[in-house]
């Protein structure tokens, strides 16, 4: 069973993520349909609802308060389950937000995330590598992907001169992540509030 605007609010707030009720509105929508697909679509393992709102929301929310102000594209690398991309998508609307997400299934539920909640967003249903060489952003979020180093490479190609790139680690990986990306000036990692071990780390081209 989903949960109602009025109930995530408060799960977030607890969590040091204050939102406005129209946001957890949009949040709840998007709970709703995520729910609704996992059920036949493995778009994430966590299951309970209220789990899910605690960790993959507030994990991106804390990420969405980290995009820089000028930040007008954003590109979420293996986006899955919409994760960060979507909850940054709905807190950030003036943000363009390309979805990257190369295995089918998760690509159509995408289509219809950004259909249905009305998002300044699309979907890219190939693999990132795959794009025109020119194609760059502003900020690139990367969370929970297969083959860190090797995406992170990927990745920092689409980010934009003085663009950023925001990467989900963790003290273990921080150091492969940096070495791979030697074209980005990797600042201070944040410890995410609300995690036992999770980073957000952030660079600047």
Known sequence: MSLS?????????????????ELADQLSAYLAL????????????????????ARHFADSLFCAGHISQSAATLLDFG?????????IALAHPRLRVTLAESQNRKAAFLHEAVRSLNLNAEVWPHRVESMPSGQLYDAVTLRAVDQ???????????????????????DRLQDSVTK??????WQESLHIPHSDHGLLLPGLR
């Open 79 to 87: 986006s899955g389950g919409g994760f960060p991309g979507i909850p």
């Open 34 to 53: 995520l729910l609704k697909w996992n059920a036949r679509t493995n778009l994430t393992a966590i299951r309970e609802p209220r789990e899910i709102v």
């Open 5 to 21: 605007g009025q109930e995530i609010a408060p799960l977030l707030s607890q969590l040091g993520l204050p939102i406005s009720p």
């Open 148 to 170: 860190m180093e090797s995406a992170c490479k990927a990745a920092a190609l689409r980010v934009a001169p003085s663009g950023q790139m925001l990467v989900f680690t963790t």
């Open 180 to 185: 791979a990306t030697p074209a980005i000036h």
